[in-house]
């Protein structure tokens, strides 16, 4: 079993940054892709960036240029780092690994961006 713990959270203002980041308990590069979601109140839970072994890259439009995305495989830490945070950014974050057909999740960290 895989465990992937978040951490990095936390309150900014809008303009300010955050760094999340994500362990494994295990090696990432075993790992066929990463990814970053977030789930707003009310909202389902969607994509914010993704990661393949290879190193390839994916951000949802609105994230782009202000976000991103990286793996240190020395510490099985996937990151994130967001930059320009809007109010719009608020939501509970979440590291999701991919293995083939296998999914894992981590617990979330809440991001809240106040105006």
């Known amino acids: 079993q895989v465990q992937l713990v978040e951490s990095g959270g936390g309150s900014v203002q809008a303009g300010g940054s955050l760094r999340l980041s994500c362990e494994a308990s295990?090696?990432?590069?075993?790992?066929?892709?990463m990814g970053w979601y977030r789930q707003a109140p009310g909202k389902q839970r969607d994509l914010v960036a993704s990661i393949t072994r290879g190193g390839s890259t994916d951000y949802e439009i609105s994230v782009k240029d202000r976000f991103t995305i990286s793996r240190d495989n020395a510490k099985n830490t996937l990151n994130l780092q967001m930059n320009n945070l809007k109010p719009e950014d608020t939501a509970v974050y979440y590291c999701k690994a991919n293995f083939w057909s296998l999914q894992y999740w981590g617990q979330g960290t809440q991001v809240t961006v106040s105006s």
């Open positions: 295990r090696s990432i590069g075993s790992f066929n892709s």
